[in-house]
């Protein structure tokens, strides 16, 4: 059974199916499922999709692309939220300066203050970086985010950054990027990641594995990122299934 620790069913793209499609997943070996919250909007949504489905699990918080959200008022209502006992993480919060949305110094003070949240509630945090390696990590050590632990989801960085994640104790999310054939730099990271700390996702409905590149993504394609994930490392699918799932367990469901 697999875990899909990152996806977005909220997403409009599931509009005409999203019902038929959740019900359909433990039947198709997928276990659980986190669905993240981007802005105070879609984190209202996952909570409620978690309320709806038992293998739906919800993350609550706000992405860097919206970032100027995060005030005393909507912090508030992420805290209240966390009581709810399948809010399993904070996330997804972070740094993008691929897109650079929002002013840089607002994007670090909503990732400080989410994980100031994290650990007040005990939660571990889901991270979205992008081309902001060096920030992300020095406000990691800064703010002590450790304590909470965490993924840095869709990895996207060189193996020396690599490294320094994995010795700060965070986990690594793996989805689609694996199997495109510019998928290089992650493959050569992957090195460096040990096996425990690599969680599957989707990100869905992004970055669908290849043959599906382009197309809508869902937890269902999640065994064609096993298939290259367990080529990668030398080890059999079932392997990879039984360890990313125990991974997933450790970091999100043990209480
Ligand atoms: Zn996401």
């Given at each position: ?45 996952s ?21 100027d ?13 966390c009581?709810?006992?399948k ?36 939660l ?14 020095d ?15 869709c ?74 994930l ?26």
């Open positions: 059974m697999i875990i899909d620790t990152h996806a977005h069913y909220n997403d409009e793209a599931f509009d005409e199916d999203r019902d038929e499609l959740l019900k359909s997943l433990p039947n198709n070996n997928i276990d659980r499922v986190i669905n993240v919250g981007a802005d105070m909007n879609s984190t209202e949504e909570v409620l999709l978690s309320e709806k489905f038992p293998y739906i699990y919800a993350a609550v918080g706000v992405h860097p692309d919206s970032a959200e995060i005030n005393d008022f909507s912090l508030a209502r992420l805290e209240e939220l009581k709810n006992e809010v399993v993480a904070i996330g997804e919060i972070g740094l993008d300066y691929y897109w650079d949305n929002v002013d840089r110094e607002i994007q670090k003070d909503a990732f400080r203050k989410q994980i100031a949240l994290a650990k007040k509630v005990n571990p945090i889901i991270i979205h970086s992008r081309e902001a390696a060096k920030d992300t990590i406000i990691l050590f800064e703010e002590k985010a450790e304590e909470v632990g965490g993924v840095m989801h990895y996207s960085y060189t193996k020396e950054s690599a490294e320094i994640i994995n010795k700060l104790g965070f986990y690594f999310g793996i989805g689609g990027v694996l199997t495109f054939k510019n998928g290089k730099k992650l493959r050569e990271a992957l090195e460096v990641m040990p096996l425990d700390r690599i969680l599957l996702e989707t990100d869905c409905p992004y970055l669908a594995p290849v043959p599906f590149r382009g197309k809508r993504n869902c937890s269902l394609l999640l065994p064609y990122v096993v298939e290259v367990a080529e990668c490392k030398g080890i059999t699918t079932e392997e990879v299934e039984r360890i990313t799932k125990d991974n997933a367990e450790r970091l999100f469901f043990d209480k």
